[in-house]
């Protein structure tokens, strides 16, 4: 009997700044029979969209959430404003994210802060549990890893792997593939790793990828990124994180 095989969809930078794409994103999963899947929520994305400033859309958000959607932390403000980090997170910080590792710098306490600022928020706006967490660019300092597993959080993603940070308890260790903006290297390396990662990763039994919706803007990577989802989708089953690992 033919092992089942599972691909867990997460989109990113779920927010009011990009309210119209997300909408778009979310009509081609359904389509592709994607309707499980996780949002990562920011809840004031760069100090301009507050999410509480937005009601129609938080309505939509959690009329998603009734159905069946998952709804996952994505960092508070998603913008850095500490900028001050050692010469390998600048490194990381350059090439993966524009200004965006918001939590790459922050110490315990800070983290701990931000983190229940931003579950808290959510909490009360969407009506629902926040369980499940991801910071901006996959990008964690020391002491944010230490606070997560002190605040609650049953559910995190890294490139890597995706773990409960309260037992340490590994879920998925399988990289997560997406698509890129930026500079060319960038887009180079990601183009690269998608269509490589269809062989590397075609053995295992779940796959990781990831949507951003500024990616989706640009019309050729649109086009790449339907294109991959209808290859994972036409030999995988769609499921989401459930805040306590895969829920297969």
Known sequence: MTEKKWVHIT?????????????RIHDVL???????YSMLVVPDFWGNWSLEDY?????WLRDLSAEGT????HG????????????????????FTRGEGEFLGLDCRAAAELLKKGKNELERILKIDITGFV????????GTLKALSETGFTYAESRWRTWNPMT?????RVPVVNYAGGGSLKRWTADLWVTSSRVVLGGMRTVRFAIHPADFENKIT???????????????????????????
């Open 11 to 23: 989109l990113h930078d779920v927010s009011p700044r990009y309210e119209k794409t997300i909408m």
């Open 30 to 36: 359904v389509e592709l029979g994607a309707a499980r």
């Open 55 to 59: 009601p129609e859309f938080c309505e």
């Open 70 to 73: 998952e709804m996952i932390l």
């Open 76 to 95: 508070y403000h998603h913008y850095d404003s500490i900028g001050s980090h050692g010469a390998v997170d600048r490194v990381r910080s350059a090439f």
């Open 135 to 142: 910071a901006p660019a996959w990008l964690y300092s020391t």
């Open 168 to 172: 340490g308890h590994t879920y998925l």
């Open 222 to 248: 649109r086009g790449k990124i339907q294109k991959h989802l209808e290859m994972l989708l036409s030999e995988r089953t769609a499921l989401r994180a459930n805040g306590a690992g895969p829920d297969i």
